[in-house]
């Protein structure tokens, strides 16, 4: 099995940074893996947010966070990273990470997920 869990949310001002983190584990768990964050905003469709290849070469973005936000990797501790800068109170929402072998976009192509960490952005 593979557990994922999230840290580093919290509470903060509009314009203000916070950095989650991700540590994966379980025997199962390949650093092959790419991962990836995903948020879920009170009613609304979980979305991708940020997206990184199991090297660290390769990263994407969801247009709305792009030049604000960034992912990274550590495969030496099976962790990874998203530095989230310039934050609007539209970025409120609860932060997932996932890990798989597709790299997709999409929830449906990560099998493995996190329990989420709620991140609030105060205007």
């Known amino acids: 099995q593979v557990q994922l869990v999230e840290s580093g949310g919290g509470l903060v001002l509009a314009g203000g940074s916070l950095r989650l983190s991700c540590a994966a584990s379980?025997?199962?768990?390949?650093?092959?893996?790419?991962m990836a964050w995903f948020r879920q905003a009170p009613g609304k469709e979980r979305e991708f947010v940020a997206g990184?290849?199991?090297?660290?070469?390769?990263?994407w973005y969801a247009d709305s966070v792009k030049g604000r936000f960034s992912i990274s990797r550590d495969n030496t501790k099976n962790t990874v990273y998203l530095q989230m800068n310039s934050l609007k109170p539209e970025d409120t929402a609860i932060y997932y990470c996932?890990?798989?072998?597709?790299?997709?976009?999409?929830?449906?192509?990560?099998?493995?997920w996190g329990q989420g960490t709620q991140d609030t952005v105060s205007s």
């Open positions: 379980g025997r199962t768990f390949s650093s092959s893996y790419a």
């Open positions: 996932a890990a798989d072998y597709s790299g997709q976009r999409c929830p449906l192509g990560y099998g493995y």
């Open positions: 990184i290849s199991w090297s660290g070469g390769s990263t």
